[in-house]
């Protein structure tokens, strides 16, 4: 069974840094790409960002680009968003997911909260 | 504003049909496979159809996708109670080169 677990949200002040991370299991793991889907309480999903599976291509949402930077260990099956420069509009779930060819995602984990507050 | 225009709101009783529209343009939906998630309150979605038609297993056959140009649709018979929640659409778009979804439909059984 495909089990993705956030953990590394909380609270932390504007302009500061966050490392969220993702343990996957139940799959092989460098079979497939990643991705990060963000969503505040209330409101709709938005995509973040994703890696392929070697790490060798990422993409990321215009309202991230520059300040986030998603990666993966395959040796620890864990993918990571290093986020800094944190705005009060990045705060939200942070769901980790996998995903196809198509680079929509099929299973998802229960989320990480990250609120940005001073 | 979501790239994928989704109505916010849908409504029926139970036993009936109800469908869901997913209006996109040639760089998302009309060059791409469109995905449908059902998200219930506090939880994580839940992905209901994959590449605009296939169901993942344990989905039942009331949940079907289509798609058409740049649109796509969402349909479910026999509506049941827990049916309710919210249901999004996203595909990948081409110019953007990211996942886009819609901004949800809400779905309320009478």
């Known amino acids: 069974e495909v089990h993705l677990v956030e953990s590394g949200g909380g609270v932390v002040r504007p302009g500061g840094s966050l490392r969220l991370s993702c343990a996957a299991s139940g799959f092989t793991f460098d079979d497939y790409g990643m991705s990060w889907v963000r969503q505040v309480p209330g409101k709709g999903l938005e995509w973040v960002s994703n890696i392929k599976w070697n790490g060798g291509s990422t993409h990321y949402a215009d309202s991230v680009r520059g300040r986030f930077t998603i990666s993966r260990d395959n040796a620890k099956n864990s993918l990571y968003l290093q986020m800094n420069s944190l705005r009060a509009e990045d705060s939200a779930f942070y769901y980790c997911?996998?995903?196809?060819?198509?680079?929509?995602?099929?299973?998802w984990g229960q989320g990480t909260l990250v609120t940005v507050s001073s | 504003q979501s790239v994928l225009t989704q109505p916010p709101s849908a409504s029926g009783t139970p036993g009936q049909r109800a469908t869901f529209s997913c209006s996109g343009s040639s760089s998302n939906i009309g060059n791409n496979y469109v995905y449908w998630y059902h998200q219930l309150p506090g939880t994580a979605p839940k992905l209901l159809i994959y590449?605009?038609?296939e169901r993942p297993s344990g989905v039942p056959d009331r949940f079907s996708g289509s798609k058409s140009g740049t649109s796509a649709s969402l349909a479910i018979s026999g509506l049941r109670s827990d049916d309710e929640g919210d249901y999004y659409c996203a595909t990948w778009d081409d110019s953007l080169r990211g996942v886009v979804f819609g901004g949800g439909t809400k779905l309320t059984v009478l």
């Open positions: 997911a996998r995903h196809d060819t198509s680079g929509c995602s099929d299973y």
């Open positions: 590449r605009n038609y």
